[in-house]
């Protein structure tokens, strides 16, 4: 990975809006800066010049916005719980329906709603459907402010911050979700794409992941708390409407530090997911079973954690050449500092000692029946402390996910086409 992707995000608690500053009070907003605001009109006019390319399959393009209207169609007001609020705390958009049956439209606001500013040049469109959707924490304050004002500060603040200190072009995430429960549009265009439902917008939400999954910004910090009813409601009503529009299975919902070096979306939310596939897949109408909804993924272990994952960890380092000295099953100083060397070595653009997504798919190599080396050693004490009776005769990325993980399936490895920018 390049410079530019390890720029493209947070490391350690930190998500897209690592250390952005406190959300300006009110008043002192974007919008109301000269030379900031612009009308959709205005963009309109540029996208359409600026897309005046081809269009290809599975290629980048600086595309048009979409030619559907935003705006879902409209068969009637959204009644009920599962409704997202809208900017003057009803259910919305005025007048549009259930898309389909039980699956209401979220009110999402476009980025003229919250007063964006003008990306610095058009976001890349790709003529192909995302796969997944990312679910992540802004790892900034848990604000007690549900109102839809405090909602558009959040998200100004971090398209600030990642337009004037990352350089980034617009805000990485397709999609934000205040605690009050208000859906935005992050990148520019996103949610015309999303409601177009063949083309995506590429984000800049983590390396690797920026065209083929959908991110979703959720407001907080969810290492130790859950999220609001308000942002948990709107988050699943959110994907479930995502999944529909780009026909996305609702098992396909993953978390940030699946595929990064990342405590995001935190502990908390993270832990939720399974809950969340459920209840999007009964949004769109159907049932998960437990297998189906859980997700043997990498676990990500950090200072202090202790047991047969870490320890097979250090023989994996071991085996990498990261560890010197004995698998102890602690994941102390010394370990960090070896999983830190090996994510230097292999380039990651998480170099923080943190065992994630990015790492454990490069640690954690093939390995075959027979061999007799620290790999091996991982795959034993891994296999003795779930007690499995028979190991495969070749160990790899969804056996290691099986030994590490829980008792579902398998997280895929699929990664970005060549050419995303992930800024
Ligand atoms: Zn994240």
Redesign the pocket.
């Known amino acids: 990975m390049n410079r530019e992707n390890a720029e493209s ?2 490391t350690d608690v930190a ?2 809006t690592e250390a952005v500053p406190a959300v300006p009070p009110k008043g002192a907003a974007a919008m109301g800066e000269p030379g900031q605001s612009w009308s959709r009109r205005g963009l309109l006019v540029g996208g359409a010049v600026a897309g005046a390319g081809l269009v290809l399959p599975g290629r980048a393009f600086a595309g048009p916005p979409p030619t559907t209207d935003p705006a879902p169609p409209a068969t009637g007001p959204v009644p009920g719980p599962s409704a997202v609020p809208g900017p003057d705390g009803m259910p919305g958009p005025a007048g549009a329906g259930p898309l389909a049956e039980g699956v209401p439209v979220p009110y999402i606001a476009r980025c003229f709603e919250w007063g964006a500013r003008k990306p610095k040049f058009p976001p890349k469109v790709w003529d192909r459907r995302p796969i997944r959707i ?1 679910v ?2 802004t ?1 900034g304050a848990s604000t007690n402010d549900y109102s839809v004002g405090a909602a558009h500060r959040m998200a100004r603040a971090i398209q600030n911050y990642q337009m004037d200190r990352n350089g980034w072009l617009d805000s990485g995430q397709h999609f934000t979700i205040s605690r009050g429960g208000h859906v935005m549009e992050g990148r520019l265009w996103s949610l015309g794409e999303l409601n177009g439902g063949r083309r995506v917008v590429e984000g800049a ?2 390396p690797g992941q920026n065209v083929i999954a959908i ?1 979703i ?1 959720n407001e907080g910090t969810y290492m130790g708390v859950d999220p609001t009813p308000a942002l948990w409601n709107s988050l699943r009503v959110t994907c479930a409407y995502i999944c529909l529009r780009y026909g996305i299975a609702p098992t396909e919902l993953y978390g ?2 699946d595929y ?1 070096n ?1 405590l ?2 935190g502990d908390r939310l993270y832990a939720a997911l399974p809950r969340l596939r459920r209840e999007v897949a009964g949004l769109l109408g159907r049932r998960l079973s437990r297998t189906e909804s859980t997700k043997a993924s990498w676990p990500l272990l950090r200072t202090g954690d202790r047991g047969p994952m870490v320890e097979a960890a250090q023989y994996l380092l071991r085996d990498a050449g990261s560890l010197t000295g004995k698998p102890d099953g602690r994941f102390d100083d010394r370990t960090a500092a070896a999983v830190s060397e090996f994510q230097r070595a292999h380039r990651a653009d998480d170099v923080n000692g943190l065992l994630g997504g990015e790492t454990w798919p490069e640690l954690a190599r093939t390995v075959r029946a027979g061999t007799e080396d620290d790999a091996a050693r991982a795959v034993e004490v891994l296999a003795a402390a779930r007690r499995v009776e028979s190991v495969p005769d070749v160990v790899d990325h969804p056996q290691w996910q099986k030994l590490l993980g829980t008792s579902g399936s398998a997280v895929p490895d699929a990664q970005d086409p060549q050419g995303v920018l992930n800024r």
């Open positions: 995000h947070g998500c897209v990312l992540h924490h790892a939400h983590s991110g910004e940030h530090r990064r990342t995001c979306p």
